[in-house]
């Protein structure tokens, strides 16, 4: 048979546990990239609708894009 010594056993574990320590903290580097690119583009479309609604003078649509903004901003802590 091929068992096995407990410290074969125990190297194995540690060596699954670290994985999957890697696994997570990869997992969250890529979790906040992400975030970081969603919050990228939801913030230029809204610039480019604020600089649309100035050259068009809309006033209300200002304000309303301008608290939109203030709100991602808000939530993203920027």
């Known amino acids: 048979m091929n068992e096995k010594s407990y410290t074969d056993l125990m190297k194995v574990a540690a060596m ?3 994985q999957r ?3 997570f903290v990869q ?3 890529i979790d906040m990239l992400l975030s970081e ?3 990228t583009v939801e913030k230029e479309k809204l610039l480019r609708k604020i600089d649309s609604a100035i050259d068009r003078r809309d ?3 200002f304000i ?3 608290g939109q903004l203030r709100e991602i901003n808000k939530k993203f802590g920027t």
């Open 21 to 23: 320590k890697e696994n």
């Open 64 to 66: 309303l894009l301008s």
């Open 27 to 29: 997992d969250l580097y």
């Open 16 to 18: 699954k546990r670290n």
């Open 37 to 39: 690119i969603q919050l």
């Open 59 to 61: 006033k209300k649509l």
